[in-house]
Antibody, heavy 126, light 107 residues
């Protein structure tokens, strides 16, 4: 059974970089699938941040692309999110998820997120 | 970006009721539509993918339909564990966008 677990600081100062890691168990990242990040501000809806294949192919939400880096570490079977120049608007629960993308394309194709990690709250405040 | 609009935003229903939630896309998305359930304080869980395919392990009282711009999620007989917020999500074009959610509450 595939399980994902997010970890990282719960508090980040404005203008700094938010860094999170998602540890994957029960499946080898290098075996396939994209791996993605989604966030949810308190009391609000879901926003996709970006997804990455183990070989390096990435998709980023254009609204965040200039500030986001997603990377994969196959030796540790984990992937990471870095979001720079954060503001209070970046306060959210951050989820990692396996991103199934048929035919190797995550858009214009059948794709979905499953399973998800439990999520981790990151607050941006001084 | 493709806008996904769910209706209603919330509803009250009783155990055993039939419930239908609607999701409308701002342009045609073929059948590239997924549904998720989020219980309070928990991560979203995939219920239905590609508009009507039931994810493994999801009870058969859940069903999805539609194509193009209009989609539905139906719960045939609401159970206590179904009280949650439901989100639709399109994968037709990047960025993949979610609806604002429909909260199903106990009447």
């Amino acid at each position: 059974q595939v399980q994902l677990q997010e970890s990282g600081p719960g508090l980040v100062k404005p203008s700094e970089t938010l860094s999170l890691t998602c540890a994957v168990s029960g499946y080898s990242i290098s075996s396939g699938y994209y791996w993605g990040w989604i966030r949810q501000p308190p009391g609000k809806g879901l926003e996709w941040i970006g997804s990455m294949f183990h070989s390096g192919s990435t998709y980023y939400n254009p609204s965040l692309k200039s500030r986001v880096i997603i990377s994969v570490d196959t030796s540790k079977n984990q992937f990471s999110l870095k979001l720079s120049s954060v503001t209070a608007a970046d306060t959210a629960v951050y989820y990692c998820a396996r991103h199934y993308c048929s035919g190797g394309s995550c858009y214009g194709s059948l794709s979905w997120f499953d399973p998800w990690g439990q999520g981790t709250l990151v607050t941006v405040s001084s | 970006d493709i806008q996904m609009t769910q209706s209603p935003s919330s509803l009250s229903a009783s155990v055993g009721d039939r419930v239908t939630i609607t999701c409308r896309a701002s342009q045609s998305i073929s059948s590239y539509l997924n549904w998720y359930q989020q219980r309070p304080g928990k991560a979203p869980k995939l219920l239905i993918y590609t508009a009507f395919s039931l994810q493994s392990g999801v009870p058969s009282r859940f069903s999805g339909g539609g194509s193009g711009t209009d989609f539905t999620l139906t719960i045939s007989s609401l159970q206590p564990e179904d009280f949650a917020t439901y989100y639709c999500q399109q994968s037709y074009s990047t960025p993949g966008t979610f609806g604002q959610g429909t909260k199903v509450e106990i009447k």
